[in-house]
């Protein structure tokens, strides 16, 4: 078609591949080739392929080292169209504030880059925040948790937080978030994979400005994907950040899951992987049981106690679970931490952990003028001592 | 004018814009020209029919209706008027007019009522208000239907004239026979509602009962179907202390011009509760209708409770429509002639799921809520929603064990007598009829011990709570303390004052 007005038509100024190149200079760490990402990324943003054609494209060839299996896999430099939405991609992740690498790069969590050429590993991970190389382990479960389960999440996390061990979980809520949130509180760090892309914010609750997403950046821990910046958490990324969570730990406890949770996956996963997994035992009654039972007729580890999950790493219980006997042994007895709160009701929590307990009940029990009672769980509660939430108060053992 | 044209009739009556009364002035005057009626002033359609009820209701009682044009005049002419209560002082426009009653009967008297075809003197909606109001405009003697005179009859400094018929009407005014004796509407003490006494458990919400009465804090409700959000709103109402006379006159004329009211109940000195359902529309819940707007259920519940269940099932525009007039304690609604201001001063106790399906956190039932969904449903409930209750309260079912128990809480009287004496402390600070709800922040402050308002600030950063939860915060624990009989707000009331929240996250640690 000519142009009726007879002016030549605009000429690009940049050109594409170049503006590629730089784009990818702003989220490669050390050690990653902006140009390979870029052009990885080209190849992602393309219709109809995913990380797994790349996957199989790369393990096509017969290349010793990952890189060069990229680049024989990739076909030829991108055309204008794929430069132009691959720059846009790696803007968004620059944005976002993320970095990107490809599974070999030094920066690419290590355990996942081990397990490349037989698992799904990601071709390329996105995310904020320090991803840390020191032990980690993933502690998984169901949304829909019960308080018994968000409980023993939290006490498993928070100790193995203080051993100096990472957190690794998705970003849900209920016993990940939990889990996530206990690791938080004692200075640990974290890591969140992601069901969706980092632009996303899902679910809302933990990705809002000071959410929990923020916290665990702010704790030294990192948020990840797999997945290109906008793609929404759908069932099926969701189900496949499960592996990443175990890929990247080096084992897994599931707390609390239904019969077909996603918290199987993550466990069946790490299983592949020769990895340990570990179930904590449940309620019998309690739907939410189910997964963790089965694990544990599978032959999982039990984990009744947070030394299980740390001896399970070779490292030392000794600062974190106590030397006590039993499994559900009391905390008081454990915890060197005086409590503000009056005796009988510090007792009647101390009983019911690591369930929570209903202010009505607590009245009841101990007799006690709901006022005062309300004031001095609210005092406890700023100390840090419990958590309430909407299944009642519930003590934080430590 | 001459006397062939007969008397010129002025019969005042009163019209009511909302609550407000004005005066209308119903002016007769017959003229030379073809016999029939000509009515002039706005009327509305129930007006312009008074002529044909008022031609026949006169001749059926014996009276002549004149062979001359008659022309009656609504004064103002520019204010619109609407009803069937100038029914009365049309008629006796007429009477004065054609000279079969002496204009000097009706000096000082003001009229309304309807009036039936036979020549009966019917009530209409809003006497209460329009008799009061009458009297504020410098009426001292209001003819009024029979049946309405007791409601009348409360307004004080009015002489009331009870009348059946316009036949009465002629000789009362005639002085041919007394005015009957009218007994005002006796005064109803509140009665005894459902005792508190009667709830099983609960410790935390009956807690919350009694401060929200103290103070008159709006009261929100978060819990499973069955757990006795209804049942506990319902006990709030006893809690309350009893109307003063003035206030309940007022709740009185607000009922009686919705029409909500037999004009020969008793004046009750009980809080009006007010339970629309939750799919009410806005001008259902804050007033509205073609004319002159009605009144809602908002001002429906003046000086009361408001009791919105199921509150996330109504339309967040119909809640926004709330938030003005609950700060203001008045509606104003502004039509194209008119503008109708309605007081509102309405305690709010809202009740809610904690979830779609309403079964969170219940041991019995399991909740069947995708746990997205229920994030969005109680999303809902934030920001400038939440930002009016300063109780918010989760609660639970009770168990079968404490159902089966014997009751083993206070009676509502042992209760209601401690909220009457924090109301007392309360008032003898901020002044008669103010409530620790209604008092600016500034003051407030005043009233606290310093270290507690620094340990209310550490607290609410501990616990990653809003700046507004610190004002909320600070309200019920001047309600608290005042329950405690304490002058200062101390550290103890701000820590129970701070329970009172809504968990932010469901199952979280």
Known sequence: ?398 | MTAAHGVLAAIHGVTLLGLEPRPVQVEASIGPGLPGLRLVGLPDAAVREAGDRVRTALQRSGFTWPGERLVVNLAPADLPKVGSAFDLPLAIAVLVATRQLPASAMTGTWACGELGLDGTVRPTAGQLPAAAGARDLGASRLLVPLEAAPEAALVPGLSIVPVANLAEVVAVLGGEQRPRHIEPAPVLLPDDGPDLAEVRGQPVARRALEVAAAGGHHLLLSGPPGCGKTMLAHRLRGLLPPLDLDAAREVAAIASLAGERAPDEPLSLRPPMREPHHSVTAAGLVGGGAGVPRPGELTLAHHGLLLLDELLETPRAVLDALRQPLERGQVVLTRARVRVRYPCRVQLVAATNPCPCGSLGSDTRPCTCRPDRIERYRSRLSGPLLDRFDLQLELRAVSREALAAPPDGESTATVASRVATARALAERRWGPGTLNAEVPVASLRRSCDPPALTRLADALDALGASARAFDRALRVARTVADLAGADLVAGDHVDEALAYRLPTLVGSA
Not at chain 1, 94 to 107: I, N, W, Y
Not at chain 1, 176 to 187: G, I, P, Y
Not at chain 1, 340 to 350: F, G, M, Q
Not at chain 1, 368 to 386: C, D, I, M, N, S
């Open chain 1, 1 to 398: 078609m000519t142009d009726p007005s007879g002016e030549p038509p605009p000429r690009r100024t940049v050109d594409p591949r170049a503006a590629l190149s730089t784009a990818a200079v702003e989220v490669a760490p050390e050690g990653t080739d902006p140009q390979l990402l870029g052009d990885v990324v080209a190849w992602l943003v393309a219709p109809r392929h995913g990380p797994t054609g790349l996957r199989r494209a790369v393990l096509r060839q017969a290349a010793d080292e990952v890189a060069a299996a990229f680049r024989a896999a990739l076909p030829d430099r991108p055309d204008a169209d794929q430069a132009i939405a691959a720059t846009s991609t790696l803007r968004r992740w620059a944005e976002l504030g993320c970095r990107v690498a490809l599974v070999g790069d030094p920066a690419f969590p290590g355990r996942l880059s081990m397990s490349w050429g037989h698992h799904t590993v990601p071709p390329l991970l996105a995310w904020r925040g320090e991803l840390g190389d020191g032990p980690a382990a993933a502690i998984v479960g169901a949304r829909r948790a019960t308080s018994y389960g968000t409980g023993v999440a939290a006490w498993l996390a928070g100790t193995a937080a203080r051993a100096g061990v990472r957190i690794v979980s998705g970003g849900a809520v209920g016993i990940d978030a939990s889990a996530h949130r206990a690791a938080v509180d004692e200075l640990g760090a974290t890591t969140v994979v992601l069901g969706c892309g980092h632009g996303v914010g899902y679910p809302r609750v933990h990705a809002t400005d000071g959410g929990l997403f923020d916290r665990v950046v702010g704790g030294g821990g990192a948020i990840v994907s797999e997945l290109l910046p906008d793609q929404p958490p759908n069932a099926g990324h969701v189900r496949e950040r499960n592996r990443v969570v175990a890929g990247i730990s080096d084992l897994t406890v599931v707390v609390e899951g239904g019969q077909r949770s996603g918290a199987l996956l993550t466990a069946g996963a790490a299983a592949e992987q020769s990895r340990t997994v570990l179930a904590v035992p449940g309620d019998v009654r309690v739907a939410g049981s189910a997964a963790p039972h089965r694990l544990l007729q599978e032959g999982a580890g039990i984990c009744t106690h947070p030394r299980d999950l740390l001896e399970a790493l070779g490292r030392d219980a000794g600062d974190g679970g106590g030397t006590d006997q039993g499994p559900a042994a009391d905390p008081g007895t454990t915890s060197p931490r005086a409590s503000s709160l009056p005796d009988d009701v510090h007792r009647h929590l101390v009983g019911a952990w690591p369930r929570s307990v209903l202010i009505d009940d607590l009245a009841a029990a101990t007799g006690r003028a709901t006022g005062p009672l309300l004031a001095a769980v609210t005092r406890a509660q700023v100390a840090g001592e419990l958590t309430i939430g909407a299944d009642g108060v519930r003590l934080r053992r430590g």
